[in-house]
């Protein structure tokens, strides 16, 4: 079996391609440009995506030594994202599906991150628990099949990948504020500022805005001028940082406690973050579970988590519908709260 993925949910267009359960093309194209506006730009990554996503299909052939009509599903990221950069690898891939007459299956983007941990050679156990950190979501997830997801906890208010964004914006870094705050925090004292962790009635749910308003307070507070010097720059970004990392490691340690899981999956773009991977694998030794950090690659947006969990679904026998609608009908029940 030839199974085709496109991703095209925000600033990245990934086209990949798994034959016979083998990755063969996993191909990213960043939209580096974003940054000199402080953020994504909708419509300038809707006209990015409409430009390489032809090539990026070729190129994934070529390097797979496939031709166009070996493919036998088609599949593509359906939302959660940006409505106009879903709708051009979305529609592209159900059109490439109808002229080839082939099989489309739209997949939901977080859970093509929760599976992304099958995509490194040791794989997750189901039952197991998921913890999907990105810059749009933060989730507290029971895995106990590929078409069985129990939601335990979410955010209340800002993902976590936001918060790292918005941070780095108050400490002058720019944009994407994730790799930038970590690189920072090498040289500061995560011990030096008390940043608060939310403590909430329900065990699993986050919460990052009173975090992030913390620490716009503590800058305002010290440095009314907004002149901070680098080593306070250093210490704020391994503070707030380590204040993030309590705040996941509290809600995983508390579902561990109540849940029989066979392992822990962290998932996401922020799952990038060497201290939360680090602190995750610690977590992991401490209770005696396995421990799934998929690689650099599967981390952020791509399209291999998306081909992966679009042939997972339609070996479950899900089908859908390729007909003129924009966005297909998912199952009911399958994608509730995610």
Do not use: W
């Amino acid at each position: 079996m030839n199974v085709l993925g496109v991703e095209s949910s925000c600033d990245e267009t990934s086209v990949a391609i798994i034959s016979n359960d083998e990755l063969k093309a996993n191909l990213i194209s960043s939209q580096d440009f974003h940054s000199k506006y402080g953020g994504v730009v909708p419509e300038l990554s809707s006209r990015a995506h409409l430009q390489i996503v032809t090539p990026l299909v070729k190129n994934a052939l070529e390097k797979s030594k496939l031709k166009l009509e070996d493919i036998d599903i088609v599949c593509a990221t359906a939302g959660p994202g940006l409505i106009g950069a879903l709708l051009v690898g979305l529609t592209f891939a159900k059109g490439l599906a109808f002229s080839l007459g082939k099989i489309f299956i739209p997949v939901n983007h977080i859970e093509g991150h929760i599976y992304s941990g099958f995509l490194m050679e040791e794989k997750p156990e189901f039952p197991y628990l998921a913890v999907v950190v990105s810059g749009g979501h933060t989730l507290l997830l029971l895995v106990r099949s590929f078409t069985e997801i129990i939601r335990l906890g979410s955010t209340v208010d800002d993902a976590a990948g936001e918060a790292f964004d918005k941070v780095a914006k108050m400490l002058g870094m720019g944009y994407p504020g994730g790799p930038k705050i970590q690189k920072a925090s090498l040289n500061g004292d995560r011990n030096k500022i008390d940043f608060p962790v939310a403590d909430l009635k329900d065990p699993y749910n986050f919460s990052f805005s009173g975090l992030k308003t913390a620490v716009l307070r503590y800058i305002q507070k010290n440095f009314p001028d907004k002149n901070i010097p680098e080593v306070e720059i250093n210490n704020i970004a391994a503070s707030f940082q380590y204040a993030v990392i309590r705040a996941l490691i509290k809600n995983t340690s508390k579902a561990l406690e109540n849940y029989e899981v066979s392992s822990i999956s962290l998932v996401g773009g922020v799952a990038a973050n060497s201290e939360i991977r680090k602190s995750f694998i610690d977590l992991a030794e401490k209770k005696g579970k396995k421990i799934i950090i998929p690689a650099l690659e599967f981390c952020g947006d791509n399209a291999a988590m998306i081909a992966f969990t679009g042939q997972k679904l339609f070996e479950a026998g899900k089908r859908y519908r390729n007909d003129y609608a924009p966005f297909p009908a998912l199952p009911e029940g399958l994608y509730s709260g995610l």
